[in-house]
């Protein structure tokens, strides 16, 4: 299919295609799998889709980049954001990269489905990225389609812009469009294949650059390459850090260890399991990147993770993803060793900044959680992991817990905490003696070291309410949201986005979204089990 003639005369966003300009292409131009070498990325076109239809969009985005409300309803949109469409101005290509996927190098990966439609500079002044994200095959796909089905383009949609309004880095998202065609999925890799309706996302972000990104030029040596990335990276997405130099590739490292860090912090706040960290889906920016089998904490259980294809081992399970940050970031700088004269020694700074910023970050999060003013040291420690051990005497809901504990007076006197909680429980009969009674002594411990502070109960809610979260996308919203939408009613996936424009505020009228888990979705798929399978 040709480009429309339209299309020269379509919106025109303010072009500025810098990847593409300043870094080595493939020289190749065929559209077929293969290795691609000294090379950031490959030109691709996406693959042009039967009947394309917008069916949610995220209006911020869209302001964000200066595209007109009017322009968003139109069938042209739909076009461009579906990749029907190329303006003459756009140079879209699928990136090169590398990355260790559950613990193994895995070689050279790249967006196998995942195409750079353009860059941007935006209405903000600032320069973003659109990616569309189902698009078709390009040089990277491996023995994939390089498509996206709609169950996995609503996940993206919902929650990249979930993170955002929970304050969470992430890439964002502009635009869910249906393809019109269909993509066959074998969602558990178990012989059951089905037609799915296919859909394209249409993903925003200063930089979708990874740590694999950088590891695939050293795992092949290809120096000179893996430095023009380097820095290229660091003029655009860390020019405070100045003109690079063995110095700033230090300190370049240690910003990314310390963002990373801080997106741990983040996400142990909200509990959020992203399901797959591999190399190749950690962002150099440390935003959140690449939503696949990820999940939101139900019950309080550190080692619940949501990708079925990760059973066994638990790899990626909520209480490892700080250390498994960590491990990433020791093989990123396994892979920009030689641009510092592969003196560990220039670092090693850097990884212990990680360690000290998510300590930090760790006690001032849960020290925020609990509505204390500061970290107070080693009694506050033992109060946070105490509560921690208190969470899984029974089976608790995060989210509500901390929204119910900011009700409980510390100015009276409390018989029995544990029924002031009680809509945060999922089993009341697990509620005996024993959790009642270890539920009340940390309670009056916490009682005790919030009136050290003397703060009121009004006061102390609103500090704690303004960090934990009462809407968030919880698993089977998500999975109703996509019910919904397969059956041909879009309409639940802005419900949703709605109700989580402002998570952390009460919403008359909202209740729905902020109840925990039914048990039919207890073991549902979508719900609390997804595969890698999108
Ligand atoms: P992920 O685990 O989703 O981050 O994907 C790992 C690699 O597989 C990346 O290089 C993806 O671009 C690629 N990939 C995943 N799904 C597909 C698909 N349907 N078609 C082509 N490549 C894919
Ligand atoms: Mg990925």
């Given at each position: ?28 131009s065929?559209?077929t ?68 996927q ?50 996995s ?57 990874r ?11 290809e ?98 993803q ?14 920009i ?11 090693q ?56 504990l ?80 397969e ?48």
């Open positions: 299919m040709s480009a429309p003639e339209w299309i020269d005369d379509w919106y025109s966003l303010c072009f500025d295609n810098r990847f593409t300009r300043e870094l080595p292409a493939d020289p190749e065929s559209n799998t293969r290795q691609v070498h000294n090379a950031c990325y490959s030109r691709v076109h996406p693959k042009p889709v039967a009947s394309p239809k917008l069916i949610a969009y995220s209006a911020e985005v869209a302001e964000q980049l200066g595209i007109p409300p009017a322009l968003l309803e139109s069938q042209q949109f739909a076009e461009v954001f579906s990749g029907n469409a190329v303006h003459p101005s756009m140079d879209p290509f699928a990136m090169c990269y590398g990355g260790h559950f613990g193994n190098w895995a070689g050279q990966l790249g967006d196998g489905r995942a195409i750079n439609l353009t860059e941007v500079t935006a209405a903000d002044g600032r320069h973003y990225t659109l990616q569309l994200k189902g698009a078709g095959p390009t040089p990277y796909s491996r023995f994939a389609d390089g498509l996206a089905v709609l169950r383009s609503v996940r993206e949609f919902l929650c990249s812009e979930a993170m955002h309004h929970l304050g969470v880095p992430t890439t964002r998202a502009l635009s869910l469009v249906l393809t019109g065609d269909s993509v066959t999925r074998d969602m558990f890799y178990d012989g059951n294949a089905k037609q799915e309706p296919g859909a394209v996302v249409c993903r925003v972000a200063p930089s979708f650059v740590l694999g990104s950088f590891q695939i030029f050293a795992s092949r040596d120096f000179e390459t893996l430095r023009k990335l380097v820095d290229f990276t660091i003029r655009n997405d860390f020019p405070h850090l100045g003109p690079p130099s063995p110095e700033v590739y230090a300190e370049w490292f240690a910003e990314v260890c310390q963002r990373t860090a801080e997106l741990m912090v983040h996400w142990m706040r909200v509990g959020f399991v992203h399901g797959v960290m591999n190399t190749d889906n950690l962002s150099i920016l440390g935003l959140t990147i690449d939503y696949g089998p990820y999940g939101w904490l139900e019950d309080y259980d550190p080692n619940w993770t949501p990708n079925t294809t990760d059973a066994q081992g638990r790899r990626y399970r909520y209480s490892y700080p250390q498994i940050a960590q491990w990433n970031l020791v093989q990123f700088a396994g892979a060793l030689p641009l510092v004269d592969n003196d560990v020694d220039q670092l700074p850097g990884l212990r900044h990680y360690v000290a910023t998510f300590d930090e970050g760790w006690h001032s999060m849960m020290a925020a959680k609990l509505g204390l003013g500061k970290f107070r040291g080693e009694d506050d420690k033992k109060l946070f992991s105490d509560l921690l051990d208190v969470l899984q005497l029974a089976e608790t809901d995060m989210t509500l817990f901390y929204r119910r900011a009700d409980v007076s510390c100015d009276d006197a409390v018989d029995s905490v544990c029924d002031q909680l009680s809509d945060a429980y999922y089993q009341p009969d697990e509620i005996n003696d024993q959790v009642r009674q270890a539920t009340n002594e940390w309670f009056d411990r916490y009682r005790e070291r919030i009136r050290s502070e003397s703060i009121s109960d009004d006061r102390r809610r609103q500090r704690m309410n303004r960090v934990n979260p009462l809407y968030v996308l919880r698993n089977y919203l998500a999975q109703l949201a996509i019910d919904r939408s059956q041909g009613d879009h309409s639940g996936i802005s419900e949703l986005l709605d109700v989580l424009r402002n998570p952390y505020q009460e919403q008359p009228g909202k209740q729905a979204f902020a109840e925990k888990r039914p048990e039919w979705a207890r073991h549902r798929a979508g719900c609390s089990m997804l595969s890698c399978s999108s």
